[in-house]
């Protein structure tokens, strides 16, 4: 994330240099400058291209991932606020879709721990649609117990797994899914 | 170490498979034995005449498989090699202890192909009590090994042997999923399948020549059936949604599926070929882990309708709906064995996660491993073991136990993580 934000940051030095006065008597020209930095449209896309605004860490959008405690399926309060982002630019944005994925920590079926995450997953993609998300905008899936973001065998680590993911995907198809 | 005959005789026997196997690059199961059965039948496998080499890979084989089942007892030849007209002399052979044994011959037929001829006989009758005739290729010796040993298994027992059918089983080695065929005594490992993302849920279509399996490859669970012979994959079921848990039909037409199209993880019927999708269930929980009885007449199934995860019966078309499991508070996976008698399935108890089998008339269940990570059983066709996926050292193993619970064998392999194992049908 930080490497690409470095091109946009160079962008606007030399967009900024373009604006000031040039000292036509002082060397080398100025477009050399310019030479290895990819130009970066305003608002601009990452590189999966999505908007900035979903990937950015400073941005609220950036924040994918909602937790869960031990056989709870609720979305707690402290994530409504998130949610509530993310739905908003659902509707604003009408030609975009995500994909919710549930997970489990790593005890029990792994079948019955599938079904566990889809609970998790059709929890956010309800409190997407109350909020206004058209339902063909959001499928809610289960990984499980098959993809641990921490792969640990202690509470820590189960409560990192207890967790619904958002993935992004833009109108043209490009995206996180 | 007590030599007196017990109740159960517990001893440990580590058959390292894998120097039969030299020749073969990749990785094996090796088995550990632990405990046997109360009533080992003693039997002796003389040295079989013929080739040599290939005589020693089928001798070897045939003793293996018998010794791992737990059932036999096996007697030294001290070095005798007979072939399958050699003249017996029983008392000797009674003598050292054998109530069986058997004797034979490895011969190049006139096609270049290997001939594994053999007798059984009965040394307290002073009889023989059959033999056969088993061509091969060259490669194929362990597979006819495998035959006799089920031949000779089926003579004194009254029970067909399981030494010729497959094992499916995923393999996790760093981020790599590989689902693997093997012969039941974990040799001659194939990769049907290398992915990226998780394998789960394989299980053989009833003719052995297909499997399905829950991939997630598309970021999500999807169901495919995949030919073994052609490597050629369908996608079964690919809807809005999770897609999980396939159940073959025995009559192999239909999958019992779990879908999350219409809200909840609901049970459903699909044609193998994805076609004529059908609700078989309609609460408001979870319904999952679908497995038709042997007669095709009813499913079991996982449900958390009454507050936690249990296990019900159904029609196999839905409706009539029965629990099956009381006692806990977590009981999943369910397994009809292919007698009819018994279901096999995963308990949780103080917190540890254990295999368990029902007896399905008198409702009596039976808890057979000590372990805390139980997982996937899978009975074998004879109805007589049970395969499951368990932890040791934190690494995932298989370990196969008797329905009684008093054969256990451990299956590992070398590098990585092993789950989701399922045994194979008869071999056709």
């Known amino acids: ?177 | 170490m007590k030599m007196t005959p017990m109740p159960q005789i517990f001893h440990k026997i580590l058959v390292f498979l894998s120097l039969l196997a030299a020749t073969l690059a990749h990785a094996q199961l090796s088995i550990e034995i632990t405990g046997a059965g109360a009533n080992r039948i003693p039997v002796a496998i003389a040295n079989f005449a013929g080739d040599p080499a290939a005589a020693q890979v089928v001798t070897a084989t045939i003793r293996a498989d018998l010794e791992r089942s737990g059932l036999f007892k096996l007697i030294d030849p001290a070095g005798a090699t007979l072939d399958e007209n050699s003249q017996i002399n029983f008392g000797d052979w009674k003598g050292r202890g054998a109530d069986a044994l058997a004797a034979g011959s490895l011969a190049r037929g006139a096609n270049g192909r290997m001939e594994a001829r053999f007798r059984l006989y009965d040394t307290q009758k002073q009889a023989a009590l059959g033999g056969a005739v088993y061509v091969t290729g060259n490669d194929q010796l362990r597979a006819a090994g495998h035959r006799i040993a089920d031949y000779i298994y089926e003579k004194l027992t009254g029970e067909k042997g399981v030494f010729s059918t497959r094992i499916a089983y995923v393999v996790k080695s760093g981020a790599q999923f590989r689902l693997q065929i093997a012969d039941a005594d974990g040799q001659g490992a194939a990769t049907a399948l290398t992915s990226n993302e998780p394998i789960i849920s394989p299980v053989w279509s009833p003719d052995g020549s297909r499997l399905a399996y829950v991939s997630f490859e598309k970021k999500k669970p999807v169901i495919y059936v995949h030919s073994l012979a052609s490597g050629q994959r369908q996608v079964v079921a690919n809807f809005k949604g999770s897609n999980s848990a396939p159940a073959w039909s025995p009559d192999g037409r239909k999958l019992a599926v779990v879908l999350s199209k219409d809200g909840n993880s609901q049970i459903y019927s699909v044609n193998a070929d994805g076609s004529g999708v059908q609700r078989l269930t309609q609460s408001a929980g979870i319904d999952t882990e679908p497995r038709y009885s042997a007669d095709g007449g009813s499913i079991y199934f996982t449900s958390d309708r009454g507050g936690s995860p249990q296990i019900y019966r159904m029609g196999a078309s839905g409706g009539d709906v029965q629990r099956v499991s009381f006692e806990g508070s977590y009981n999943v996976s369910p397994r009809p064995s292919s007698d009819g008698k018994s279901l096999a399935f995963i308990t949780r108890r103080d917190g540890r996660f254990q295999l368990a089998v029902m007896d399905l008339a008198s409702k009596q269940v039976q808890i057979l491993t000590d372990s805390h990570k139980d997982e996937s059983p899978s009975f074998a066709p004879n109805s007589r073991m049970v395969l499951i996926a368990t932890e040791i050292g934190g690494r995932g193993v298989l370990s196969a136990v008797s329905s009684d619970g008093r054969i256990k064998q451990r299956l590992s392999i070398a590098a990585g993580d092993v789950r989701e194992p399922a045994w194979g049908p008869f071999n056709q």
């Not at chain 1, 962008?11 to 100025?30: K, M, Q, R």
């Not at chain 1, 640990?152 to 833009?170: F, K, Q, S, V």
Request: proline share 5%; aromatic share 6%.
């Open chain 1, 1 to 177: 994330m930080k490497k690409l934000l470095i091109p946009a940051l160079l962008s606007a030095l030399i967009v900024g240099c373009s604006s000031t006065p040039v000292d036509e008597t002082s060397g080398a020209p100025v477009d050399s400058r310019g030479s290895g930095v990819a130009p970066v449209t305003a608002g601009g896309l990452d590189s999966r291209g999505l908007p900035r605004e979903l990937t950015d860490p400073k941005s609220v959008l950036s924040q994918r991932s909602i937790y869960f405690d031990l056989d709870k399926y609720e979305v707690k309060d402290e994530y409504k606020d998130l949610v509530a982002a993310h739905a908003k630019y659902l509707v604003a944005n009408k030609g975009f879709k995500v994909l919710i994925q549930g997970n489990t920590d790593e005890r029990g079926s792994r079948e019955y721990n599938l079904s566990l995450g889809q609970k998790r997953s059709d929890a956010v993609k309800r409190s997407l649609t109350l909020l206004g998300a058209a339902e063909a905008q959001v499928e809610s899936v289960s990984l499980g117990e098959e993809k641990p973001k921490n792969p640990g065998h202690d509470e820590a680590a189960w409560a990192e797994n207890r967790r619904a993911d958002i993935l992004y995907r833009a109108a043209d198809g490009r995206g996180e899914f």
